[in-house]
């Protein structure tokens, strides 16, 4: 049973336009998310993180909102360059009260920029 | 400075080898992580390790597989008796402090295919 759900496998966006990727999660206990980014042959690449306390978290072209009573978290690119072109995996833990850090991912979303 | 490295980048076993895969991580980091990621899925956690000592190995998924730290420093993850099963990439992450273990820095894996 998947704890962190990242339901569109792929994601197409005009280069300039705003890339929206989603991530819900299910265990409430999960404090803290992250956003990882990979490339072919590559290891993910950590993108932005937000913790439990915030709803918003911005880094230059990278926003993450965070809801959590809805439990979904949603990185924003904006403008979105070719360069963005990659699987962009999200990923929850718990830094409080257990777990050491281990992350949870979901299965990733595709992102394709075209010029 | 140089990221975490891992070796051998490609491994070809046939079933019932024995394998032993090896990471670098980043010099000084506390915490190191080996994760699996088959086709298609996102990394899912095996063991975790801060300095030597190997603190949860809740993900590993049968007692072929051991993972070790001798120094606290590289780590080999080793599966014992190989099943096709068990084809995958495998992702090694090291994080600087047991404070933020979550800001975790991925190395390129090792692709593992047992025939």
């Known amino acids: 049973d998947q704890q962190v759900k990242q339901n569109s496998p792929s994601l197409s966006v005009q280069e300039g336009r705003i890339s929206i990727l989603n991530c819900d999660y299910t265990?409430?206990?999960?404090?803290?998310f992250l956003w990882y980014k990979k490339y072919p042959a590559e290891g993910p690449t950590f993108l932005i993180s937000?913790?439990?306390?915030?709803d918003k978290n911005e880094d230059g072209r990278f926003t993450v909102f965070l809801n959590k009573s809805a439990k979904h978290l949603s990185l924003h690119i904006v403008p979105s360059q070719p360069g963005d072109s990659a699987v962009y995996f999200c990923?929850?833990?718990?830094?409080?009260?257990?777990?050491?850090?281990?992350?949870?991912f979901g299965k990733g979303t595709k992102l394709s920029v075209k010029p | 400075g140089a990221g975490v490295s891992q070796s051998p980048r490609y491994k070809v076993a046939k079933r019932g080898q024995d394998v032993a895969l090896r990471c670098d991580p980043i010099s000084g980091h506390v915490s190191l992580f080996w994760y699996q990621q088959a086709l298609g899925q996102g990394p899912e956690f095996l063991t975790y390790?801060?300095?030597?000592?190997?603190?949860?190995k809740s993900g590993l998924p049968s007692d072929r597989f051991f993972a070790e730290r001798p120094e606290g420093s590289v780590s080999t993850l080793k599966i014992q008796r190989t099943q096709q099963e068990d084809s995958a990439v495998y992702l090694c992450?090291?994080?600087?402090?047991?404070?933020?273990?979550?800001?975790?820095?991925f190395g390129p894996g090792t692709r593992l295919t047992v025939t």
């Open positions: 390790f801060q300095n030597e000592a190997q603190l949860d």
């Open positions: 937000i913790s439990s306390i915030k």
């Open positions: 992450a090291s994080s600087p402090s047991r404070e933020r273990p979550n800001e975790q820095y």
């Open positions: 990923a929850a833990s718990r830094i409080y009260g257990g777990s050491q850090g281990n992350l949870i």
């Open positions: 265990n409430s206990m999960f404090d803290y």
